[in-house]
């Protein structure tokens, strides 16, 4: 049985403000909530869902028009749209990836040299 949620629930539940769901809303990324008692937004497990997605995508970096765009292709059920979404960010994603563990590996080099100083070891570099 699905259950519903107020506003400051979804905030709490998702680390977003009020301020952010709402305006997700307008930006087309949610649809309008069911309306309760004194015309509040009342969210449900599947709203939820969306938008923990929606952080996923956006914690990845994806652009917002391209979250929009999946969005709107996703509710028009248009699979072809929505997977050509995703495989796109998915190449970024994994550019991203090979940049950080490069970076990384930087980062490891340098404290490993700067350790090597500290013991009394190289000197120069």
């Not at 550019?95 to 950080?100: E, F, G, P, V």
Request: charged share 35%; with cysteine.
């Amino acid at each position: 049985m699905s259950r519903y949620y107020t506003i400051s629930e979804i905030a709490q539940e998702t680390g977003l403000s009020q301020d952010t769901l709402r305006y997700y809303e307008k930006a087309g990324l949610l649809e309008s909530p069911v309306r309760g008692a004194g015309s509040n937004r009342m969210y449900t497990d599947q709203d939820l869902g969306n938008i923990r997605f929606i952080l996923y995508l956006r914690n990845t970096m994806m652009p917002l028009k391209d979250i929009q765009a999946y969005v709107e292709a996703y509710r028009r059920k248009d699979e072809s749209r929505c997977i050509e979404l995703l495989d796109e960010q998915r190449v970024r994603v994994e550019n991203q990836m090979d940049q950080l563990r490069q970076t990384h590996e930087i980062i490891v080099y340098k404290l490993e040299h700067f350790q090597e100083i500290k013991d009394g070891g190289r000197k120069d570099e």
